[in-house]
């Protein structure tokens, strides 16, 4: 699959739209402001900052307070004024002394506490009862501890799901970015299948993944791409090492790249000579699986009825203590966000949704397998994302 020229983006517009939609959840929860918390943590930190103020967050944290009326205020680190300004689509960006290294020295940068802020800007108020806070499990200790200094005698909700069920559907925009990013991991596995092959190393085949990724537009990768062969395979997650691929056996591949913010999912295993009939077995069993969940993936449902459809096929085969986790996620700026379709989860699939549907198969004698997929749910079906073939032979 060959790159195009056409990239596409969230227009700078949807940001004011978006902070409507965090303000109107804020209405509905009786909030009367709202933090929001976000750092360069893999998978999961970046992702309020991302979408709410498309502030791709580097090195230190940052928070987005939210009022219930006007424009969001950003706290950065001493080093991210000007970058948030340049990258970011909020643009009152405040320097928050709390965010400040203990052994660095800012002379010419002006900053202020929390508690001045809050102050100036009439945060602080006896106005202020009720406070949702997300990305609350990031914060350090000491940063929690500052805004309980800051607002004393409020009530803190946390609102991490609330938050996500805000973004859970997705604008034109998001599904077109979303939809190049499906397209760009479909480059990833190319090369991957391009570079496979008896006495090449793991890391190989994820440098060539990774290289024609960045090539096609990616910014880098929601999880670290998964290329575990043989034994490797055998846990759920892993990383690439420098163990040499050898005849007759399974390489398993987990591809996840993020574009503009926004990431997709494909996984798959690949077949090196003769596996064995357990593995080839294993991999019939969650191709069915994956094409049945397809098959009852619709709005208006709840997400765990489909992923109970893949868990029978599964548990039917006999494989069934084999499928460690939920097979059914949303995907956006987090590579697997809430809401998450488990058998616990009450939680309704809904038109513009992006589904990954992940059957696993982990810590079997054999090694492991994931068969993972990304839908896009419609008021009138189901569009899939990627037209990867379900059996890769080299």
């Not at 999961?44 to 580097?58: D, K, L, Q, Y």
């Not at 409020?154 to 939809?179: G, T």
């Not at 913010?261 to 077949?271: C, D, E, K, N, T």
């Not at 589904?355 to 090694?367: E, K, T």
Request: aromatic letters at 8%.
């Amino acid at each position: 699959m060959k790159n195009t020229e056409h990239n596409p983006t969230i227009p700078r517009g949807e940001y004011p739209v978006r902070w409507r939609k965090v303000q109107a959840m804020m209405a509905d929860l009786e909030l009367d402001f709202l933090v929001a918390y976000a750092d360069d943590r893999a998978v999961f930190g970046p992702a309020h900052a991302r979408w709410m103020a498309n502030f791709p967050v580097h090195f230190e944290p940052v928070c987005v307070l939210f009022a219930r009326e006007g424009k969001p205020v950003m706290l950065v680190g001493p080093e991210s004024d000007e970058y948030a300004l340049l990258a970011g689509e909020i643009s009152d960006v405040r320097i928050l002394k709390e965010f400040t290294h203990p052994d660095e020295d800012y002379p010419f940068t002006s900053m202020q506490s929390l508690a001045e802020i809050m102050a100036e800007n009439h945060f602080g108020t006896k106005t202020v009862r009720r406070v949702g806070i997300g990305g609350r499990g990031l914060m350090s200790a000491d940063l929690l501890a500052a805004f309980h200094g800051a607002m004393l005698e409020v009530e803190w909700i946390d609102v991490e799901s609330a938050l996500c069920d805000v973004r859970a559907q997705k604008s034109p925009a998001e599904i077109a970015v979303i939809q190049h990013t499906y397209a760009i991991a479909q480059i990833g596995l190319q090369a991957a299948l391009d570079t496979i092959g008896v006495g090449v190393n793991e890391r190989q085949v994820a440098a060539e993944i990774e290289g024609a990724m960045r090539r096609a537009g990616a910014e880098g990768t929601g999880i670290d791409t998964i290329v575990a062969s043989g034994p490797n395979s055998r846990p759920i997650l892993a990383r690439s090492t420098f163990r040499k691929i050898e005849a007759d056996e399974l390489v398993l591949l987990t591809i996840t790249p993020r574009y503009e913010g926004y990431h997709a999912a494909i996984g798959r295993p690949v077949l090196l000579g003769n596996v064995g009939g357990v593995i080839e077995r294993a991999l019939d069993v969650a191709i069915l699986a994956q094409e049945a969940c397809f098959a009852g993936l619709k709005a208006g449902i709840e997400g765990r009825e489909v992923e109970a459809i893949g868990r029978a096929i599964v548990e039917k085969a006999g494989l069934g203590d084999y499928f460690l986790y939920s097979g059914l996620h949303s995907l956006g700026v987090i590579e697997f966000e809430p809401p998450i379709f488990g058998p616990s989860s009450t939680a309704i699939i809904k038109e513009n949704m992006i589904i990954s549907v992940d059957i696993p198969m982990f810590n079997a004698p054999w090694g492991g397998l994931r068969v993972e997929d990304g839908y896009l749910i419609k008021g009138d079906g189901v569009e899939k994302l990627n037209t990867t073939p379900y059996v890769l032979r080299r």
